[in-house]
Every structure is written in C-alpha cells, then in structure tokens.
C-alpha cells in the first residue's frame, strides 16, 4: 500500500510501459475539466446580462411611469389656465356654439 502511493506520488504511472492508457484518461479528464469551466463562465455571463437588462427595464419603467405622470399634470386644465394667463390669454365667458353648415348644392 505504501509503496502504490509512493509510486504515484512519483508519477511512475506516467512513465511505466503501460502509460498511454493512463495518458489518454488524464487527457480526456482534462478536456472534459475545461469544457466545464468554459460552459460555467458562458451560464455566469448570461446570468450577469439577464440581471443588467432586468435593471434596466426597471429603470425605463420608471422613467415611463415618470413622464406619463408629468405628462397628466400639464395637460390638466388648471395648469393650461395658468399658462395661458401669463400669456394674457383668457377663458371664455361665452361658451362654445356648433356651426352649422348647409350645403347649397343638391344632388
């Protein structure tokens, strides 16, 4: 038993007769290691990506809500009235009348 760990210890396996077998597992292992590796770092920039974007849907959201806010208020009558007033425009007093029109021509 001492002396298998010893021998491995040493790397005797890479070296022995027989080591090819031993050579093309470590190999394999080792492409297998890599691939892992590489798909972690691909599922960990996705991850980064999807929560970047979430926050910034988030932030347009806001943004939207926020215009459509100060969008309401300035088309609210009393802030027209307000503005128009400092342009020395005034309400009416008279109200709206429908025009009609006849048309003179027949058919």
Known sequence: MKKSIYSILR????ISDDSFKNWRIIIFVSVLAIIMI???HSADKKVHEIARLTNEVKEMRSAFVDGRSK???L?????IIKKMADKGV???EIPPTKIKVKSSIQN
């Open 11 to 14: 790397g005797k396996f890479l």
């Open 75 to 79: 088309k609210m009558e009393s802030s």
């Open 90 to 92: 005034q309400i009416s």
């Open 71 to 73: 969008l309401m208020r």
């Open 38 to 40: 590489a798909s972690s």
